[in-house]
T-cell receptor
Framework: GAVVSQHPSRVICKSGTSVKIECRSL??????MFWYRQFPKQSLMLMAT?????????EQGVEKDKFLINHASLTLSTLTVTSAHPEDSSFYIC???????????FGPGTRLLVL | AQKITQTQPGMFVQEKEAVTLDCTYD???????LFWYKQPSSGEMIFLIY??????QNATEGRYSLNFQKARKSANLVISASQLGDSAMYFC???????????????FGSGTQLTVLP
């Protein structure tokens, strides 16, 4: 299967700071990347969909000014959690797909802890 | 209404036995795809198997097979010869609509925690 990396794998930050998470497709060109959030023992909740070169589409209830998404190239998308607060602590995981693929391939995820 | 329903929050299976994880779905779109992912405690989502709505045969990938019953709208995952390393959370997911232009989002079920007993 295709390989997707995510960095960092774990981050601890102070309340009020911003955190950037990178998602890279290593061996294919990802026309679309998805960002999910997962709380403990729950399912994945889609936050936003980003297509290369265009603005991200956010799901209802997700603040686009708080969760900034940039998909500047076919291999990289970034999620920036701005002015993070303790309630933003969660597991963030990205996935990537291309026009030629039925399947979304996931990164290993990022555990964010905001103190 | 839930689009993907996994009714088993937890399942136990003896090592080397087969286990079936249930998944039912709800869609009015004639074109859709069904996926199963495995999520171990490390958190990564591992793609296991895919079934397209127009596929005539049930999908198989090694020890994984998908029991696709279109009329019942079910897509159960069968794991044969369970191994200790199969212990993980398993998610069923659906993509509605044909893939064109840009990839479409997945809708996930609530998951089933599988524990394989030695």
């Amino acid at each position: 299967g295709a390989v997707v990396s995510q960095h960092p794998s774990r981050v601890i930050c102070k309340s009020g700071t911003s955190v950037k998470i990178e998602c890279r497709s290593l061996d294919f060109q990802a026309t679309t990347m998805f960002w999910y959030r997962q709380f403990p023992k729950q399912s994945l909740m889609l936050m936003a969909t980003s297509n290369e070169g265009s603005k991200a589409t956010y799901e209802q209830g997700v603040e686009k000014d708080k969760f900034l998404i940039n998909h500047a190239s076919l291999t990289l998308s970034t999620l920036t959690v701005t002015s993070a607060h303790p309630e933003d602590s969660s597991f963030y995981i990205c996935s990537a797909s291309s026009l030629a693929q039925e399947t979304q391939y996931f990164g290993p995820g990022t555990r964010l802890l905001v103190l | 209404a839930q689009k993907i329903t996994q009714t088993q929050p937890g399942m136990f299976v003896q090592e080397k036995e087969a286990v079936t994880l249930d998944c039912t779905y709800d869609t009015s779109d004639p074109s859709y795809g069904l996926f199963w992912y495995k999520q171990p405690s490390s958190g990564e989502m591992i793609f296991l198997i895919y079934q397209g709505s127009y596929d005539q045969q049930n999908a198989t990938e090694g020890r994984y097979s998908l029991n696709f019953q279109k009329a019942r709208k079910s897509a159960n995952l069968v794991i044969s010869a369970s191994q200790l390393g199969d212990s993980a959370m398993y998610f069923c997911a659906m993509r509605e609509g044909r893939v064109s232009g840009s990839a479409r989002q997945l809708t996930f079920g609530s998951g089933t925690q599988l524990t394989v007993l030695p």
